[in-house]
């Protein structure tokens, strides 16, 4: 049963454009989400989180935007650029203070074209 | 650099070997998680240890076990490999024991004939 979901297994976007890439969860426990990226033979690395009490959070070209209602959260990556290609996992977990794992989604592998 | 290290790179065995994967976490960081990431698949949370303590189990096999060490190093240990077992496995580490925020290693290539 995955608890995390992202239904698109990849996404093409063309330089200077908005790359959206979307992410559901069922479990209304989540209290705290995340986004990693991560590169062909690398590890996954941190990218931004957002708290329940919050809808969007934003950093330089990236905005995640949460919808508790619908248990759904977006990144927003503008402009995206070819440096962007990579692999976007969500992430989930019951807080951000105590313990609780994190559940990782799939993945979203993203191109973006030059 | 995440500051996370895990050894070796590449594994390659046969089916009913053991094998044991090392990782040490960032300077600091008290927690270490391990993940497997399967062919196409997602990170899938195996164990984590808080200071030398388990802390959560996650789907991680009976075939597979690992500890943390009083340096915190960690290390996972993997019995009677199988074919399926042929995988990236990732060590990550935090400050504390929420586990959010996590600092990846570049992860283990095992692959199992």
């Known amino acids: 049963d995955q608890q995390v979901k992202q239904n698109s297994p990849s996404l093409s976007v063309q330089e200077g454009r908005i790359s959206i890439l979307n992410c559901d969860y069922t479990?209304?426990?989540?209290?705290?989400f995340l986004w990693y990226k991560k590169y062909p033979a690398e590890g996954p690395t941190f990218l931004i989180s957002i708290s329940s009490i919050k809808d969007k959070n934003e950093d330089g070209r990236f905005t995640v935007f949460l919808n508790k209602s619908a248990k759904h959260l977006s990144l927003h990556i503008v402009p995206s650029q070819p440096g962007d290609s990579a692999v976007y996992f969500c992430a989930a977990s019951g807080s951000k203070t105590s313990y609780d794992k994190v559940i990782f989604g799939p993945g979203t592998s993203l191109s973006v074209i030059p | 650099d995440s500051g996370v290290t895990q050894t070796p790179k590449h594994l390659i065995t046969a089916t009913g070997q053991r094998v044991t994967l090392r990782c040490s976490p960032r300077s600091g960081d008290l927690s270490v998680y391990w993940y497997q990431q399967s062919l196409d698949q997602g990170l899938q949370f195996l164990i984590q240890?808080?200071?030398?303590?388990?802390?959560a189990k996650g789907n991680i096999l009976e075939r597979f076990s690992a500890q943390q060490f009083p340096d915190l190093h960690s290390e996972l240990n993997l019995s009677s490999l199988e074919l399926g077992d042929s995988a990236l496995y990732f060590c990550?580490?935090?400050?504390?024991?929420?586990?959010?925020?996590?600092?990846f290693g570049p992860g283990t290539r095992l692959t199992v004939l």
């Open positions: 479990n209304s426990m989540f209290d705290y």
């Open positions: 240890y808080y200071n030398g303590e388990e802390r």
């Open positions: 990550a580490s935090s400050v504390g024991v929420a586990g959010n925020e996590q600092f």
